[in-house]
């Protein structure tokens, strides 16, 4: 199987006068559709923008939010493919598809341009209008058409839908469901009462009572981070708050990274003149307890990050504290979707959301590429098989925090 698929390549031209380069032309890779390469993503902003605002899209595919990307994520040796799909009879762009090429073990793998900070794979379209399996077939034979050679193609985090839209990549052939669950709760109605009508009663009895118990200590104040010095503050106790549980969890987090932080930092103090960033803390007294970090697109909320200090106050869960309050927010700014992010959590179920599994795309192009992606499967499974196994999951937290302790040990002066 070769990514080139049945059309040709796209040649460079030289030659030009003052040293100018040529734009990609685009390629007949079918009947139905033409593709077009770019590694920049200058080179699309115009076309991205219009899609962001006028077509379909998540907050996962804001300009912004992957310029970011591009700019401090990136692996080194990596290289962003930004593919724009066109309707091969009237030429008009129909899709733009961010992928990234980057080095692996022994191996060259195409995934999204993701870098870890997207929840969701979906291509930017146009408009809403509906895809089959046979359209994204071809789609995806043109978009294959301008790729580069590639051991193997990995894209995870594929919804099923996008905005109501059925996403093309979700629809293909070679297309599976994954071990991820995203969750998520639809919200309408009056903003006072979308606790009592969507949520489980056992929620809404335990979020009133514990944020009684929080008024009754005094200084209780649900905060949105308005100001850069707000956005410093509340991110700062986020980090520190997530790094601590995570420790205490044995579990891995992005935000040990200080590029992943520095990407979020900033996509968040540029939210303050956007608004697809938004951050919010909750506060007893001076003590931060709970913090969550926002995206938004349209009328849908993602919940990305959230951070809480269980032992500030015993006997209260500030993460659902502070999650139905936002869900309050967002109604009341008629927000219609609250998107609780992937995973199975189980304050999501509690709160009465509802699951759907995603997908991914897992395709094998060299031998190499095929061999890397059954071990790299193989790992997976038996990961999900111990979380699975609340002994087992217990065991193997202890495990990571005897050898964190060790390594910190180890570094201390004899």
């Known amino acids: ?116 900070v997207c929840d969701y794979s979906a291509p930017l379209l146009a408009d809403a209008s509906a895809w089959t399996a046979q359209s994204a077939q071809a789609a995806w034979a043109a978009v294959r058409s301008v790729l580069p050679p590639a051991d193997r193609v990995h894209i995870t985090g594929i919804p099923r839908r996008i905005d109501g839209v059925a996403n093309p990549l979700a629809l293909l052939a070679a297309t599976r469901d994954s071990m991820q ?70 579990r891995f987090d992005l935000l040990t990274q200080e590029p992943v932080v520095d990407f979020y930092r900033k996509a968040a103090l540029r939210g303050l003149s956007d608004g697809s960033v938004r951050l919010f803390g909750l506060r007893v007294g001076e003590a931060l307890i709970a913090a969550q970090y926002l995206v938004v697109h349209q009328g849908t909320v993602h919940a990305l990050l959230i951070a809480i200090d269980q032992n500030a106050v015993p006997n209260v869960s500030p993460g659902l504290l502070i999650m139905g309050r936002l869900i309050g927010w967002a109604r009341e700014r008629r927000f219609d979707y609250f998107d609780l992010s992937v995973g199975n959590q189980g304050y999501k179920g509690h709160m009465g959301a509802k699951g759907s599994v995603l997908a991914e795309l897992r395709q094998g192009v060299t031998m190499r590429g095929s061999v890397a992606g059954a071990a790299i499967e193989f790992r997976n499974r038996a990961e999900a098989f111990v979380r699975s196994n609340p002994r087992l999951l217990k065991a193997a937290q202890g495990l990571m925090r005897g050898l964190r302790r060790l390594r910190g040990g180890s570094s201390e002066p004899q």
């Open 1 to 116: 199987m070769d990514l080139t698929g049945e059309a040709v390549q796209i040649a460079a031209v030289d030659g030009l006068p003052g040293g100018q380069v040529s734009q990609p032309a685009a390629v007949p890779a079918n009947d139905a559709y033409t593709a077009r390469l770019h590694t920049s993503l200058e080179a699309v902003r115009p076309l991205w923008l219009r899609f962001q605002a006028d077509g379909v899209c998540t907050a996962h595919q804001h300009f912004a939010w992957v310029e970011g990307i591009v700019a401090r994520l990136m692996p080194a040796g990596a290289e962003a493919l930004i593919v724009e799909v066109n309707n091969a009879v009237t030429g008009a762009p129909l899709m733009l598809v961010p992928l990234m090429l980057r080095p692996a073990f022994r191996h060259r793998v195409i995934e999204w341009l993701s870098c870890g």
């Open 181 to 250: 669950t995203t969750y998520g709760l639809a919200i309408d109605g009056d903003p006072e009462t979308v606790l009592k009508r969507l949520c489980r009663p056992s929620f809404v009895k335990e979020f009133g009572k514990d944020w009684r118990r929080l008024e009754r200590l005094g200084g209780l104040e649900f905060v949105e981070a308005d100001t850069p010095a707000l956005v410093e503050l509340i991110f700062d106790g986020l980090v520190r708050m997530r790094l601590n549980r995570f420790r205490e969890m044995g």
